[in-house]
């Protein structure tokens, strides 16, 4: 490599790394891998990314260069041959609720030029087309008649409205016409026309009447322009064959007379007034009584309290009301309220048939307020909502949810922008589509020479992008999914593929394991599009874990050989082919030439009678599944991405246990029932997420040694002699920390337009504390000292004390050794977020009949990791308790007691079960995904000596 093609890291020392040397070949796929924990995110992210991104801040404008210095500077001696930098991460930088994937990926900024170009409006109310035609327009039309033809010019006065219309037939006959047509029978304006005042009336007041010949242009055109000043910009031109014929000179329904806003782009945006549905402001969703919450078990009946709003009212009101709503409406208030007939349950919620039909008008107080003038639960609680006192609507809030727009139904645009069309498609329904669909659709349009002209460009860019989406394997999801609710790998997909329409080339950019939530199926297609984004001229750096990634990559960075202070050295760099060939000293380079191999150790144990059921789960794509989850066994869930998985586990299972088990309000999709509830009683959600939000909480925080070791603390003869009590060594409260940080270490600098930048404190440098507190020392180490400890050094300090080591211990066992006990939650990745929580549900006394839920708990583990992580999970299911993950590692499914295979595909095309039993029993359905991947897994691939149910390491 010469050195113009190459990225020179010269002395990297952030966070753990060693004073490292590499060199990056310019324009290729690199892949930095490794322990987790070995400091491969400090590599890539901390060190080259963060640089990238100085550089760049540099080329900015003097305001924005001002915050420079106070962007820390990686801690590295040089690093050359630097282009500027894009990272895409998994941390779902979206948080704007209006945001979709359409909006995020710039496919619907086209869409709305598309539909400003080539869309036809239609009218809202009728649907029919709608046109506007010039005068001269109008004449070319009719110059086409015949000749010879007798026309009639009207104009479309009154259209379908009730009234005798007196004054105005009055005033028509002064201007001196003759005639009008009333209700299609041609009259004479002389006679006297008395109409029925509550019946609709269609008056046409007769213009002209000619005969079409050469030289009737001019008068034809007077005509016209007289109907049209008369009605509003409309004009009929009746033949006598041809009937009439309607023209509008503005963008009108012709019929309905309800004109549509001039096509531009804004008027397809839903977040500018010019398209937003006025009811929710384009958000697709409003708040609103929630019959779910409202009526929290449709079990129980009315008199047992099932409107729990009423539930805290008068009884004997409340016994009166009921006793009337039975008499008059057949609501029986002794039945569970989910055995009311569908009719019932209408009035008992939306009220009274009189009443219903009275709504929106202003009534007197009602006569009968639970009988004939019932107004039904939910305009009630809308209204004393609406009405009530602050304390008053605080009270109904739990009762309220975000709910689908009812006047958009969640499309988020106005009507007349919703009833545009393009080749017969509106925008609302394109972006409905699966994306895979979608890109049919578009692969289809043809357009006409002129069409070409105008949107051909907009059109290419369009298709491409929706390939590139249904590359990178999210082609399940529609364009107007809400952002906010997809995975983390969701979104780094969606930017990846968003780069690559945005065609850069000279770029680097860096990604976190792009791999995650993706099926092995799906792996391949991501894995070119990483080369295609190489091809476009850019350097691609992944850090990531999958073989396939390692086995793909033009050049490989192996650090290790452990983590944290164990790690931060560099073990191998060159190409995969030398990795496989030799590289002495990389753990990566020896499981890839299978000397080292995750083995057998495991017998399967069999699912005993308990289990848990659900029925009828319809959630989001689910297709009305009955499920299985046998207890005291170690169950994965498996399926390509958008098959249905989270949605089985997350919102249905875990939601319906939280809500039986600690009366948790979320509301869980939709299912009808789950059985074998007796069996469990305690549900733990191992997720993600982060630990904490703010600076203050870290690992030693969340698991609860901070107590102990505070406490430990305070005992110290010091700590006596001045007084000082546990309080004095918390950051949380006045006393002991540094006031001018409040104990966070960091202050936040708001950056306009960017992230915050956190710098440490000048006052304490950040060490939290102020001087006095860290006076006191247990064994020569301040509190501060301490929290700087890793795990592993903190253990032989502190092993004497049971309690704070046997959560040491825990740590240790999920592979945290090297997480310093007082790292911030928000360095953590969401990994060693998940193992932390995992650490700290360890730590605790388990039940034996736990069902622990997790949601791909190898993200960011290296191979080596995954069996340590599986042989914990493995004891807890020796306690007795239950484990369902969702998870694609075939080392964690192999070793899996049972196997649910969700799918066939995603979105539509899933949800679905396509396999269960015991892997071996997975991998022999046709028609599993995952069968046909763990069959070859099972069999054991060349050279890596994989045998079934392996799970410890032997080097
Ligand atoms: P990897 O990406 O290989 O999992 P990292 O680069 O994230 O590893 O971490 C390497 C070491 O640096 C670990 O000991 C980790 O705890 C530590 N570390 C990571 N981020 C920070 C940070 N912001 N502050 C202090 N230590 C950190
Ligand atoms: P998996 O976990 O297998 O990747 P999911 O359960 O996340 O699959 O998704 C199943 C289907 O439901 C997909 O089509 C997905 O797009 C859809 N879906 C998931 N969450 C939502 C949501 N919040 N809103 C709308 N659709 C959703
Ligand atoms: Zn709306
Ligand atoms: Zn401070």
Known sequence: MTSDERISVRGARVHNLKNIDVDLPRDRLVVITGLSGSGKSSLAFDTIYAEGQRRYVESMSAYARQFLEQMEKPDVDLIDGLSPAISIEQKTTASNPRSTVGTVTEIYDYLRLLFANLGQPHCPRCGQPIASQSVDRILDLARQFPGDERINVLAPVVRGRKGEFKKELAAWRQRGFTRVRVDGELRSLDDDIAL???????LDVVVDRLIVKPGMERRLGESIETALALASDLVIINTWDGGDRLYSRRLACADCGISVPELTPRAF?????HGACGQCQGLGAVYDFDVARVIPDAGISLAEGAVEPWAKGDVKLLGDALARLHE?????????????????REVLLFGSPTAQAASGKRRKAPVDPFGADFEGLLPNLRRRYEKGTWSEREALEPYRALATCPSCDGARLKAESRAVRVKGHTIVELTALAVSESSKVFDGLELAPREELVAGRILKEIRERLHFLNDVGVGYLTLARSAVTLSGGEGQRIRLATQIGSSLSGVLYVLDEPSIGLHQRDNRRLLQTLERLRDLGNTVLVVEHDEETIRT?????????GAGEHGGELLFQGTPAELLESAPGSVTGEYLRGEKTIVQARARRTPGKASLRITGARENNLQDLDVSFPLGVFIAITGVSGSGKSTLVNDILYKRLAKELYRATDQPGDHDRI????????????????????????PATYIGL????????????ESRQRGYKPGRFSFNVKGGRCEACQGDGVMAIEMHFLPDVYVTCEQCKGRRYNRETLEVRYRGKSIADLLELTVDQAYP???SFPSIANKLRTLQLVGLGYLELGQSATTLSGGEAQRVKLAKELSRRGTGRTLYILDEPTTGLHFEDVAKLLDVLHQLVEQGNTIVVIEHNLDVVRSADHVIDLGPEGGSGGGRVVAQGTPEQVARVKGSYTGAFLAESLAGPTGRGRRSRDVSVVA
């Open 553 to 561: 990559a033009d050049y490989v960075v192996d650090l290790g050989p």
């Open 797 to 799: 300090l502190l092993e």
């Open 675 to 698: 059985d074998g509830l007796q069996h469990i009683d305690k549900v733990i959600q191992i997720d993600q997420s982060p630990i904490g939000r703010t600076p203050r909480s870290n």
């Open 269 to 273: 945006s839903f977040n500018s007034p």
């Open 196 to 202: 029925d005042k509550r019946k609709n009336h269609t």
């Open 706 to 717: 901070f107590t102990f070791i505070r406490d430990l603390f305070a005992m110290l003869p």
């Open 328 to 344: 008059v409406h057949g609501i029986d208030p002794a039945i569970p309220v989910r055995k009311l007939t569908k009719r019932q």
